[in-house]
């Protein structure tokens, strides 16, 4: 294969990321030429409205026929666009076209990731998505390489910044959840429908993607067990805060206890305030890794915004480039532990349960054997009375998901107990 003389590129989605991705190219042309050894040349920016002004983007650049520009046979089509269609089919015909593909959508990596690696496979073309995950932190890249020669036990981190944003806010100003949601919305950090972001979707889709690289298996959306942050009240906040714990919502890919199965969740979860994941503030995210011979290893920045994922794409650009001008290919996919994906209830974590319950003789007796029954240990129970009723908090010892479900149906089967104010995993304790 001769050396490209140029690397063409073709970006499909002008908006909050790709418009940056468009600014970068231009503004740091003459870095990225010194860097691939070759100039890169912006052929087109696909998007659904052509009227739309967009700074920093040359009008005649712009098009609305993205089939066209996709299966130009760009050297690079970068799919910026998001959502699962028509982006798949563009990316599909790309490939086809050979043209290598950069993209950051998550969604539709973790819906349907096999049938993209298998394309990339097919036709001999890259694949990379650095900033489908944690926006500008390096993440892949270091799980793909760096850690590909360690075994990886767990992952965990806030990999979503919308819901950091507006934990944040609910935790240090006592903000009001609608207004946060509509500041991050402004900031361009929330999806284009951002119930992705509240309901954990969109960190669903991270966590699947991370395991799926962490642990050499394929693991889709499906598998990873989600809930988001929706239901997590100005009480859930305020008790954290008086247990010394803040409330951010997790994404945990882990080996099962026996090793030959991951679980995989993304849940709110208390983290105590001494906890390096409390202090990630804003949109920031945070990951750790916890590897059998490196030991812990931290990864921490911007997870959203236009101009931080713009960073991460094209770093993916220019590695891309480099691999076209060398005539090689990055790494493809690797699933080969093809590890049994295990639910939820596998999970052995702590938890915390605030229940009103009546206040009279044998209630806290008849509580604590609840969680006797199912086997889950109880590390602390305080208790406020308040007339007829009193409100317990109970913290427990590691114990089974399944163990603490089946506690909490028993829980709410009792007549004593009123009301189930809050249930939450606690993750951290013990410095993991
Ligand atoms: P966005 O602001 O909504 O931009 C999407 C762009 O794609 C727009 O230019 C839109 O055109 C175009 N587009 C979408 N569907 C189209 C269609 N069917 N036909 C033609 N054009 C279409 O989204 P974004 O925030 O840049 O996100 C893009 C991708 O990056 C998503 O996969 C997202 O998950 C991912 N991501 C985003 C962030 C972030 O912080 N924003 C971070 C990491 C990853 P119009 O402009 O005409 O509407
Ligand atoms: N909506 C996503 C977030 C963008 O808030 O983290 C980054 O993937």
Known sequence: MSTPTEITVALL?????????ARLLGESAGDLTARVGVPLRLTGVGVRDTSKARDGIDPALITGDLDTLASSGANIVVEVMGGIE????????????GSSVVTANKALLAADGHTLHAAAEQY?????????????IPLLRPLRESLAGDKVRRVMGIVN??????????????????????????????????????????????????????FHTRVSMDDVSCEGISKVSAQDVQAATDMGFVIKLLAIAELSEDEKGVIVRVHPSMVPRNHPLAGVRGAFNAVFVEAE?????????RGAGGAPTASAVLGDIVATSRNRVSGTR??????????????????????????????????????????????VSIQTVRQDGHGDEAGLIVRTHTARDSD???????????DAVRDVVGVMRVEGEDGR
């Open 404 to 414: 603490l479900a089946a506690t909490m149906d028993q829980l709410r089967r009792n």
């Open 293 to 301: 011979s490196a030991g812990q290893v931290m990864f921490y920045g």
């Open 13 to 21: 989605g002008g908006g909050t990321v790709g418009s940056q991705v």
């Open 86 to 97: 028509p982006a798949r089919s563009l990316i599909l015909a790309a490939m086809a076209a």
């Open 124 to 136: 001999g073309v890259d694949l990379y998505y650095e900033a489908s995950v944690a926006g500008a």
């Open 330 to 375: 990055g790494p493809g996919e690797s699933t080969y532990a093809d590890l049994e994906v295990r639910g939820i209830g596998d999970a052995v974590t702590r938890y915390y349960v605030n229940l009103h319950v009546a206040d009279r003789p044998g209630v806290l007796a008849a509580v604590a054997q609840a969680f006797a029954d199912n086997g």
């Open 161 to 214: 910044g919308t819901t950091n944003f507006i934990l944040t806010k609910m935790d240090e100003e006592g903000a009001d959840y609608a207004e946060v949601l509509a500041e991050a919305q402004a900031l361009g950090y929330a999806e284009a429908d951002p119930t992705a972001d509240v309901e954990g979707h969109d960190a669903q889709a991270k966590a699947a993607i991370l395991a799926g690289l962490a």
